[in-house]
Nanobody
Framework: QVVLVESGGGLVQAGGSLRLSCAAS????????MGWYRQAPGKQRELVGA???????KYADSVKGRFTISRDNAKNTLYLQMNSLKPEDTAVYYC?????????WGQGTQVTVSS
């Protein structure tokens, strides 16, 4: 079992920045891929960005150049630095961890960007 707890969401004006954190605990050995997803009202959950244990990253086209995903393996924490936020970034953001055939999700944190 892997437990994920997100934090750092909130209300920000367009053009502003937020940093989300996802603290992992439990059986985190062999967690290889971690990522951030988001779900806006009435829409499907979508990938924002992901990072491997080796540090390779990928991003959704909509956030490239604005968001940066990183992980601190010593602290078992995943981060998402979000800059130049837009109203369309408003969503609940979820952290996900992959360990073998198992996927674990956090409870989500709300990000609201006002225009």
């Amino acid at each position: 079992q892997v437990v994920l707890v997100e934090s750092g969401g909130g209300l920000v004006q367009a053009g502003g920045s937020l940093r989300l954190s996802c603290a992992a605990s439990g059986n985190i050995f062999s967690v290889n891929l971690m990522g951030w997803y988001r779900q806006a009202p009435g829409k499907q959950r979508e990938l924002v960005g992901a990072i491997t244990s080796g540090g390779s990253t990928k991003y959704a086209d909509s956030v490239k150049g604005r968001f940066t995903i990183s992980r601190d393996n010593a602290k078992n924490t995943l981060y998402l630095q979000m800059n130049s936020l837009k109203p369309e970034d408003t969503a609940v953001y979820y952290c996900k961890a992959n360990r073998g055939v198992y996927n674990y999700w956090g409870q989500g944190t709300q990000v609201t960007v006002s225009s």
